[in-house]
């Protein structure tokens, strides 16, 4: 029979004052803090960050969560870094959309304000050499996966058969413009196109209209055969897919899509539960309580006062939107103490049991 | 209105519920940034005071008998620091206040605090068992802590004609009477339960010990070198004062005069509402500044913890104000009085139950 030691009991004065002299450290993962902050467009901004550790390999197109505080309460929010690896600063490029909680955190951050930051994680990338175009199709903050990988191709100097489109709606919201003119200038293979939805084109290098079967032909590259990442919101993503896949050689898609935004239009009677710890799915009714549909699954998860009082059912909502069954508030952010017992579904949800 | 005072019951007791379900919903949808920075400068305090309570008993360590008052200081600063650690923050980290943060230092089933209870078990002996049943005889063992008879409702036994002492020990070694209160060591006692099965359950406990004791009798004292003996006796009795104040705040939540009990034939049909009133009727404050309010970790409110255990106990002497006027609008008793006066009540139930004694009534519902 084996008898170890409890964690020492030292470990919150630890935290604590270690924090204190090195306020970068964190035992809950890294920090970075902002060196410098420049206007990329009306509605963005681009923010050199400079972590504490140095982040783990990356490659162009991955993504970073931050992590921030706003009005006591800790948020996450994920974005494409746009600057190339190897260096120690990374840049994000962020749109501040209004009332959004990130906006809200920018505009009250002083200088040197520090963010939790994840390590780079998921991203698109080109994987056919042997494709004869290369086509990245953005729309709005989707541009930031594009830019990353127009950036990595100029530093190589392969920007020969490389097409951008990129949609925005007015003129004054689109970034990199300058930067991308500047390389159109240097690399004459490049090709560039901006598409206006709400604005009239003016410019060579402007169209109007939304991505459809008509603007097809005023993409900056031929799609047939070529290998297309596009980056975007969810209906944007979902159009290429339905126009290009079959005529290209290789389609890959990206969407960032609030919670909220996600959820069915009409309530709907059952969602996806994930289980994220023992890998499980299951189908689970909404509106009843969240640790009654496990039961009801068969399972038996730690649990007190069935009440919302003990928390002891507590576990982590890494995605998804719930409902606190008590007053019917709605939780769309992620959260690391979700009570199961007067907690519900709203849509699908993943949960760390 | 005492403890005779008729319990509600059907529509007025709903009526009362739903006024305190609103109370609770205007305070959660209220919490933001007043929180999250109180609940630091807590943490702070708690680190600080550690550390110049520590500090100041190395410095009188050499000459304690001539830097006896610095070595009274560091005392004082420590038991500050523990009383900090154990009632503001970690009992109400434990409960989850500070949840909504999604700040991990400061999540309720994570949080480590400098006591010997194990917080897996605290949840289960106090925010499961104590406060789901509150005040009901045979379920919160809180009653008297299976050791003392605090309320005619329960058995007398020849036992307990030794209570007062029995409290008396218990307010000294209160720590560990809190931590081994999940092991119910009654039951071994009594041969009720094996001894064997006792070193399994025992575990957690058994694995934070060495930690736990070693931290303030061997780590820290020997740190003072030669010396270790004026260290030793500081931290010793630091974790004393700790123990005695606790023992007298926790005491005073539930063992008032106007305190009462419940069976559990009363709660077996109880609604949201009849749960609230429960808290009400089994609870009861301290009055007192807002030093007494910091200092007993706000269970001087101790009827707004238990309605609310769960929001940021800092909102409790705001949210006393509106349980005040709710319970006097619907006729419930609110129990609250002085420290001397609730503690006077405490220490006569002790005496008087140590001897035969019976309800003088039965609360009914009106």
């Given at each position: 029979m084996s008898f170890a030691l409890a964690p020492p009991p030292f470990r919150p004065a630890w935290d604590y004052w270690r924090g204190l002299l090195q306020p970068g450290w964190s035992p809950y993962g890294n920090t970075a803090r902002i060196v410098r902050r420049a206007a990329a467009a009306a509605d963005s901004?681009?923010?050199?960050?400079?972590?504490?550790?140095?982040?783990?390999?990356?490659?162009?197109?991955?993504?970073?969560?931050?992590?921030?505080?706003?009005?006591?309460r800790r948020f996450q929010r994920s974005f494409t870094l746009t600057s190339l690896p190897g260096e120690r600063d990374f840049a994000l490029t962020v749109r501040r959309r209004a009332g959004g909680r990130f906006a809200d955190?920018?505009?009250?951050a002083g200088a040197g304000a520090r963010l939790q930051i994840s390590d780079p994680w998921g991203g698109l990338a080109f994987e056919l050499p042997q494709a004869p175009r290369r086509l990245l199709l953005a729309a709005g903050s989707g541009i930031t996966a594009a830019m990353a990988q127009v950036r990595a191709a100029a530093a190589r100097g392969q920007l020969a058969g490389l097409g951008l489109a990129y949609w925005v709606r007015e003129r004054a919201q689109a970034c990199f413009i300058e930067e991308l003119h500047a390389l159109q200038a240097r690399f004459p293979e490049f090709r560039f196109r901006l598409f206006l939805t709400g604005d009239t084109p003016v410019a060579g290098h402007e169209a109007d209209g939304r991505l459809d079967a008509g603007t097809l032909a005023a993409l900056p590259a031929d799609p047939a055969g070529a290998e297309v990442l596009a980056c975007g919101p969810q209906g944007f993503v979902a159009r290429v897919e339905a126009l290009l896949r079959g005529a290209a050689a290789r389609v890959a898609t990206e969407s960032f899509t609030p919670p909220l935004l996600r959820l069915p239009e009409s309530p709907v009677a059952s969602v996806a539960l994930t289980l994220a710890r023992s890998g499980r799915t299951l189908s689970i009714p909404t509106g009843t309580p969240l640790l009654a549909a496990l039961e009801a699954a068969g399972l038996n998860p730690e649990h007190g006062c069935r009440a919302g009082l003990c928390g002891r059912c507590v576990c982590a909502k890494p995605e998804g939107v719930h409902v606190d069954l008590r007053d019917g508030s709605i939780h769309p952010e992620p959260s690391r103490a979700l009570k199961l017992c007067v907690s519900a579904a709203r849509g699908d949800l993943a949960i760390d049991l | 209105m005492n403890a005779a005072t008729p319990l509600l019951t059907g529509e007025r007791l709903e009526a009362f519920g739903a006024e305190l379900d609103a109370l609770r919903?205007?305070?959660?949808?209220?919490?933001?940034a007043a929180d999250a920075r109180y609940i630091r400068r807590v943490r702070h305090a708690v680190r600080w005071t550690e550390v110049i309570g520590r500090l100041a008993l190395y410095a009188a360590a050499p000459w304690p008998w001539l830097l006896w008052p610095l070595w009274a200081f560091g005392v004082l600063a420590l038991a500050v620091s523990k009383i900090l650690d154990n009632m503001e923050l970690g009992h109400n980290v434990i409960h989850g206040q500070y949840d909504w943060m999604n700040d991990p230092s400061l999540q309720g089933d994570r949080f480590q605090w400098d006591h010997l209870c194990p917080a897996e078990w605290w949840r289960i002996t106090h925010n499961h068992s104590h406060h789901q049943w509150t005040n009901v005889r045979g379920k919160d063992d809180d009653i008297g802590y299976g050791l003392l008879r605090i309320f005619p409702e329960q058995r007398w036994t020849p036992f307990a004609l030794g209570q007062p002492l029995y409290a008396a020990l218990l307010a000294v070694f209160y720590q560990t009477g809190i931590a081994v209160q999940h092991l119910k060591l009654g039951k071994y006692l009594k041969g009720q339960r094996p001894w064997r099965e006792f070193w399994m359950e025992a575990r957690p406990l058994l694995r934070k010990l060495p930690w736990q004791g070693g931290k303030d009798y061997l780590f820290f004292p020997l740190l003072a070198g030669p010396f270790f003996l004026p260290v030793l006796l500081g931290n010793a009795a630091a974790n004393l004062l700790r123990n005695l104040w606790t023992f007298v705040v926790i005491f005073c939540g539930h063992f008032t005069r106007d305190a009462i009990t419940f069976t559990p034939a009363q709660v077996r049909e109880e609604t949201r509402a009849g749960w609230y009133q429960r808290q009400v009727r089994g609870s009861s404050n301290i009055a007192g500044g807002r030093l007494m309010h910091l200092m007993t970790g706000n269970l001087s409110h101790q009827i707004e913890h238990h309605l609310f255990p769960d929001l940021p106990a800092r909102r409790y002497a705001a949210i006393a104000t509106e349980v005040r006027a709710i319970c006097a609008k619907h006729g419930v008793p609110y129990n609250t009085g002085s420290l001397p006066k609730q503690f006077g009540e405490v220490v006569w139930r002790i005496l008087r139950h140590a001897f035969p004694s019976r309800p003088r009534w039965v609360p009914k519902p009106a």
């Open positions: 901004e681009t923010l050199m960050l400079r972590p504490f550790r140095r982040l783990a390999e990356w490659q162009p197109g991955q993504h970073l969560t931050v992590g921030f505080e706003l009005d006591g955190w920018l505009a009250q | 919903e205007r305070h959660v949808r209220d919490l933001g």
